[in-house]
Nanobody, 124 residues
Framework: QVQLVESGGGLVQAGGSLRLSCAVS????????MGWFRQAPGKAREYVGL????????DYADDVKGRFTISRDNANNTIYLQMNSLKPEDTAVYYC?????????????????WGQGTHVTVSS
C-alpha cells in the first residue's frame, strides 16, 4: 500500500520560509518522479515542481522559480520543498504526489498517488 505523508506546513509571515516534507512508503521511492502541487481556496490544483527519479532533473513552475527548492533523500524515501521569500499568494494546501510511468508530470493527471496535503498560510 502506497502512502505519502506531508508535514511542515503552518503560518508564516510574508518573506518567511517553510520546509515541507513528504515521506513515502510502499514503493521503491528512488525509481519514481515526485511532484509538488498546491491548491488555494476556490482555485484549481496547480503544479509547483517536480523531481525525476534519482533526483537528476528538477523543474519548477515559473511563479516559484528562484524561491522554492525541491530536494529528495532517496535513502529515507523523503522529498522536500524548501520555500523561501513566501508571499501571501503562496497560501494553499500543498500536496506531494508519485509520478506515473508515462504522462505529463506538470499536470496532476500525471500522478498516481497523493498525500493528504499540508496547509501553508502566508500572512501579509
Amino acid at each position: 500500500q502506497v502512502q505519502l505523508v506531508e508535514s511542515g506546513g503552518g503560518l508564516v509571515q510574508a518573506g518567511g520560509s517553510l520546509r515541507l516534507s513528504c515521506a513515502v512508503s510502499g514503493l521503491t521511492f528512488s525509481l519514481y518522479a515526485m511532484g509538488w502541487f498546491r491548491q488555494a481556496p476556490g482555485k484549481a490544483r496547480e503544479y509547483v515542481g517536480l523531481s525525476i527519479s534519482m533526483g537528476g532533473v528538477i523543474d519548477y513552475a515559473d511563479d516559484v522559480k528562484g524561491r522554492f527548492t525541491i530536494s529528495r533523500d532517496n535513502a529515507n524515501n523523503t522529498i522536500y520543498l524548501q520555500m523561501n521569500s513566501l508571499k501571501p499568494e503562496d497560501t494553499a494546501v500543498y500536496y506531494c504526489a508519485v509520478g506515473k510511468a508515462v504522462g505529463s508530470l506538470r499536470s496532476s493527471s500525471g500522478y498516481d498517488y497523493w498525500g493528504q496535503g499540508t496547509h501553508v498560510t502566508v500572512s501579509s
